[in-house]
């Protein structure tokens, strides 16, 4: 019989495993060991609690795989992902079975050789491509087509395994983008519904840690809107800096315009809301009372000081803080009656379109509006010149 000597290098957590059985002389015993570390590895990357036909089909199935050794993109890969099927299970069938069963006593040749063909797969499986990448899933979170629904990201997060879930949304914590954030909220939003406590507990403490130092807009807009529902159990201290960012942003909010180009090549003006007031508008999912707390009032002059700006201004606060101009989305809260006023004085058609049609904004419909009798005055007198300027308008003869 010839001799070779290999020179192999085993996975060391596989080689922990079944070192001091294998210097022992139990080198069945060794087998067997190796055969049930190949097994946790298998389930760890899958998620599955099932044991060998089952969990080999399953995993490595070329239909559909949850560890694929190749692309699968040729009959020639697909046949190969269908052979490391066949011989892994035929490692439980032929290799591990008897051995459960004490059918076996091993000696050490055979046990080096049956070792070196686990090793190989351990290796292999620690390498190979999963079911589940988290490259591949922020791609996923990246679609232009993400449909921003709870409906849609509760699917997604189907997609997640379970015992991934608290690392996925710490991972596209570290991903967010402008382009992104609304997404990466609603999978957070999705994840909080499916977390354990203690799994609940961890990420609350990492958002806190975050919102503690961040600067980003795009990182507070996605956090603010996704742990509305927690806000509360996020530390005082990073609650106190997020909301007075709020405050400032509502404070600089400002509509810019910039010169552009049409596609015919013609100058126009476009006009845009500034990055602060887009960040102000998430002051609407922080709960109030808010945790310095902040006298009311004081929001309320701020939402006032820009809604009666008029134009753009009364547009944007009517859109975006419905909730704190009017209460329980009927009653126009008094501390706006002056500023209200003042703008259908000045013939601001949308105030007064907006006051007297009823809205369908944000899922809050409002049917009827009701007023202090100074507003309602206004609203009156408003009314009466727009229907004798009809009247005007009728009589001019074409």
Not at 103 to 124: A, E
Request: net charge negative; charged share 30%.
């Amino acid at each position: 019989m010839t001799n070779l000597t290999f020179n192999i290098n085993f996975d060391e957590e596989l080689f922990g495993k079944f070192e001091k059985e294998y210097v022992d002389g139990n080198f069945s015993g060794a087998i067997k060991t190796s055969i049930l570390y190949l097994t946790e590895c298998i389930r760890e990357r899958t998620d599955l609690d099932l044991d060998g036909d089952k969990l080999i089909t399953k995993a490595f199935s070329s239909k559909n795989p949850l560890i694929k050794f190749n692309n699968l993109s040729t009959q020639s890969e697909i046949d190969e992902q269908t052979g490391h099927m066949m011989v892994l299970q035929g490692i439980y069938k032929g290799i591990r079975n008897p051995r459960n069963h004490n059918l076996k006593n091993d000696d050490r040749q055979t046990c080096d050789s049956i070792l070196t063909l686990i090793n190989s797969y351990v290796m292999k499986i620690k390498k190979a491509k999963f079911y589940f990448d988290y490259n591949d899933f922020i791609k996923i979170i990246n679609d232009p087509h993400f449909d921003r629904s709870i409906e849609y990201s509760d699917e997604i997060l189907k997609m997640i395994p379970r015992n991934k879930l608290l690392d996925t949304n710490i991972v596209l914590l570290r991903n967010v983008k402008r382009r992104n954030y609304l997404n990466i909220s609603y999978i957070i939003l999705s994840s909080i519904n499916e977390l354990k406590e203690d799994e609940l507990k961890k990420l609350i403490s990492h958002c806190s840690t975050i919102l503690q130092k961040t600067d980003n807009y795009s990182i507070i807009k996605a956090l603010v809107f996704a742990l509305k529902d927690k806000w509360k159990d996020i530390d005082k201290v990073s609650r106190i800096r997020i909301e007075n960012i709020l405050i400032k942003a509502l404070s600089n909010l400002e509509f810019e315009e910039h010169e552009d180009i049409d596609d015919y090549g013609n100058n126009y003006t476009r006009t845009e809301i500034n990055e602060d007031g887009q960040l102000s508008v998430y002051l609407r999912y922080i709960p109030i009372p808010y945790s310095k707390k902040t006298p009311p009032m004081f929001i309320h002059s701020k939402i006032e000081e820009k809604l009666g700006e008029g134009g753009n201004y009364s547009k944007f606060v009517l859109k975006n803080f419905r909730s704190f101009i009017f209460k329980d989305h009927e009653y126009l809260n008094a501390c706006y009656n002056d500023t209200i006023v003042k703008l259908l004085r000045i013939r601001d058609k949308y105030i007064y379109e907006e006051l007297t049609s009823g809205s369908f904004i944000n899922g809050d419909y409002d049917p009827y509006y009701r007023f202090d009798d100074v507003v309602h005055d206004e609203i009156k007198k408003y009314k009466t010149i727009i229907e004798q300027q009809k009247i005007m308008d009728d009589d001019i003869p074409f």
